[in-house]
Nanobody, 115 residues
Framework: QVQLVESGGGLVQPGGSLRLSCAAA????????MGWYRQAPGKQRDSVAH???????SYADSVKGRFTISRDNAKNTVSLQMNSLKPEDTAVYYC?????????WGKGTLVTVSS
């Protein structure tokens, strides 16, 4: 079994920055991809950013140029640096991992962008 544990959410003013982190723990042979989804109230869960085993990345159009995803392979962690935050970035952010070919999810961390 694999657990994904997020940290780093909170309240930030518009234009501010936050950094989310996610650590994968458990029985892990290989991590195919790790990344983040988010779900705003009343909306569906959408992909935000992912980083793949080869190092390539993908971003939602709405966060390109503002968010940066990175990983530490030795620690099985992924981070999301979020800059120039907007109120519309407010959501619960979920860590997502594809580990040994299976999908895993964290419990989520709330990011609130408000003045």
């Amino acid at each position: 079994q694999v657990q994904l544990v997020e940290s780093g959410g909170g309240l930030v003013q518009p234009g501010g920055s936050l950094r989310l982190s996610c650590a994968a723990a458990g029985s892990i042979s290989s991590i195919n991809a790790m990344g983040w989804y988010r779900q705003a109230p009343g909306k569906q869960r959408d992909s935000v950013a992912h980083i793949f085993s080869g190092g390539s990345t993908s971003y939602a159009d709405s966060v390109k140029g503002r968010f940066t995803i990175s990983r530490d392979n030795a620690k099985n962690t992924v981070s999301l640096q979020m800059n120039s935050l907007k109120p519309e970035d407010t959501a619960v952010y979920y860590c997502h991992g594809i580990v040994d070919g299976r999908d895993y999810w964290g419990k989520g961390t709330l990011v609130t962008v408000s003045s």
